[in-house]
């Protein structure tokens, strides 16, 4: 009786903490800051659905994976620093999670709007519901008034995230520690009507599981070889009969063993979610509606409001120039670094005074935490106005500066001044180890 009664007190806890820090979340938090919200966002990924129709399923994954790790808080965009290791590279997401690249394309188009105002989180939010009702699936109001957290963590990725090698009760569990039942669990996994997987995930149940229909299991082996390290990033959809329509044609694969997943095919393996289904694959509006219901509720999961957190708006930076920065040359000029670059020396050639020599005092140690965009032109927007800016001797750190200072990178900059387009492009970058690299909106102080 003790037990029970402790675990009713518990659960009425979590209830009101789930309450208290949701409150803040309204379906209208930025109708009179940021008007063009809704159409800024649902135009920019529409434009990239339509380039690339999977990327509707990606943006979805997104918002996903960044709700399930210590809430809906934007923290899955952060890239490493000094002080964590974030989640892109964490199991679940590594090779994997992508899209990175549009959701700065809508971050920029919403800074243009309303600078300043709309968090990363809430853009997760909304283009993940956009992605879907541009597919053909059910839309829901999304709940907003999210803030950004300032961490990640690599950590907390690897062991929120559920893996498709879960059992149906694993699942559960897992689902229901963040406040959603086991027919959220069915209904979310219905997303799996759009997008595809690796061969590496789901390269067991082919080649060992039985309750697989043959002739699936047949058409995957010839694209996703047994032997592991082989293929591992061949690509197979979903949903084998509309894997670009969001419906309800993933229920009616699991009926017919086609699931291609271990953890969708326990969602019809003779256990407790069997009925849901057979409800779902029998009735397209009744897993319509309960998608937009569970994704409501998954949007709810711990997110920051209030004072918490942060709204990423100023500055994006590229993952090779996520290095620490000590000082700037306004402050190694105060030190008489010997470099020609910006600061208290002769480099800049502008007739104006350098701008922040104002607000970065010449006295080492007076004002150090003073702030200064490092684009003068355009802080607020993602363009190539830095470009342009080193062209004319005025990019505000030594480093930046040194990228055009009649070196072998020259040529580079000036393409970039010229052409936004190209700049964009080549932001859509790999590093040494295949990983997909982008502009990715952080903070850097406010």
Not at 205 to 216: A, V
Not at 262 to 281: C, E, K, M
Not at 304 to 324: D, Y
Not at 403 to 417: C, E, K, P, Q
């Amino acid at each position: 009786m003790a037990s029970s009664s402790f675990m009713t007190i518990l659960t009425l806890a979590f209830l009101m903490l789930m309450r208290t820090t949701n409150a803040q979340l309204s379906t209208k938090f930025y109708s009179s800051s940021c008007p063009k919200l809704f159409s800024t966002v649902k135009s920019t990924v529409r434009s990239a659905i339509q380039k690339e129709t999977r990327m509707g399923a990606s943006l979805l994954r997104l918002h996903f994976h960044d709700c399930f790790v210590n809430g809906c808080d934007g923290s899955l965009l952060l890239d490493d620093t000094s002080s964590f290791t974030g989640e892109k590279n964490a199991v679940p997401n590594k090779n994997s999670a992508r899209g990175f690249n549009v959701v700065d394309k809508i971050k920029s188009a919403v800074e243009n709007a309303c600078p300043g105002v709309v968090s990363c989180a809430d853009i997760l939010a909304i283009a993940a519901r956009d992605s879907v009702t541009i597919l053909g699936g059910p839309s829901w109001d999304v709940k907003l008034g999210r803030r950004d957290t300032r961490t990640a963590s690599q950590a907390a990725a690897n062991n929120s995230i559920p893996p498709p090698t879960r059992n149906l009760n694993q699942l559960v569990s897992t689902f229901n520690a963040l406040g959603l039942s086991t027919r959220d669990l069915v209904a979310l996994s219905g997303s799996h009507t759009i997008g595809q997987a690796r061969c590496t995930t789901f390269r067991p149940r082919i080649y060992k599981e039985t309750n697989l229909d043959s002739s699936l299991a047949q058409t995957r082996q010839s694209n996703c070889p047994r032997t592991s390290g082989s293929g591992d990033n061949n690509l197979a959809p979903l949903d084998l009969k509309s894997p670009t329509s969001f419906d309800n044609s993933y229920f009616k694969n699991l009926i017919q063993n086609k699931g291609l997943l271990h953890s969708d095919q326990q969602l019809f393996n003779g256990g407790s979610t069997d009925s849901i289904v057979r409800a779902y694959s029998n009735s397209y509006n009744t897993f319509s509606s309960d998608f937009a219901k569970a994704m409501i509720k998954m949007g709810d999961i711990k997110p920051l409001t209030g004072s918490n957190g942060e709204i990423r708006k100023n500055f994006l930076t590229i993952i090779w120039t996520t290095h620490k920065i000590e000082q700037d040359p306004i402050q190694q000029g105060k030190q008489g670094a010997p470099y020609s670059g910006p600061g208290y020396t002769t480099r800049p050639t502008w007739t104006d005074p350098l701008p922040k020599e104002s607000n970065c005092p010449k006295t080492y140690g007076s004002g150090n935490n003073n702030l200064a965009p490092l684009d003068l032109q355009s802080p607020t927007v993602f363009d190539n106005h830095y470009y342009k800016t080193l062209i004319k001797n005025k990019g505000l750190l030594q480093s930046d500066e040194q990228l055009f200072d009649g070196g072998s990178t020259n040529a580079t900059v000036r393409a970039y001044s010229k052409s936004y387009d190209t700049f964009s492009s080549d932001c859509e970058s790999h590093d040494q180890d295949g990983r997909y690299q982008t502009p990715h909106w952080i903070s850097w102080g406010d």
